[in-house]
């Protein structure tokens, strides 16, 4: 996967993102990235890495709260040890 990428959102816009790192846990492969929300500011955010019918690396929200918190935690060890 490219290091910078480009997302769209709930409004059918195109950002600019740009990955931190991507990590395996429990078995299912995840990507942490930074989206730009402003000139000034960006979002870190985390999805779900998959594979698509041809190959290719795309990303999906993760929707299953347990799921979400416990990758969630995950990141904030990655991150912190990062720091």
């Given at each position: ?17 740009e990955?931190i ?63």
């Open positions: 996967m490219d290091d910078k990428f480009k997302v769209v959102d709930e409004n059918n816009l195109e950002h600019d993102a990955v790192t991507a990590f395996t846990y429990k078995n299912k492969d995840y990507l942490v990235y930074s989206v730009d929300s402003d000139e000034e500011n960006s979002n870190i955010l985390v999805s779900r890495l998959v594979k698509d019918s041809e190959g290719y690396d795309i990303i999906e929200d993760i929707e299953d709260n347990d799921e979400r918190q416990e990758v969630q935690n995950a990141v904030k060890e990655i991150l912190s040890s990062i720091e």
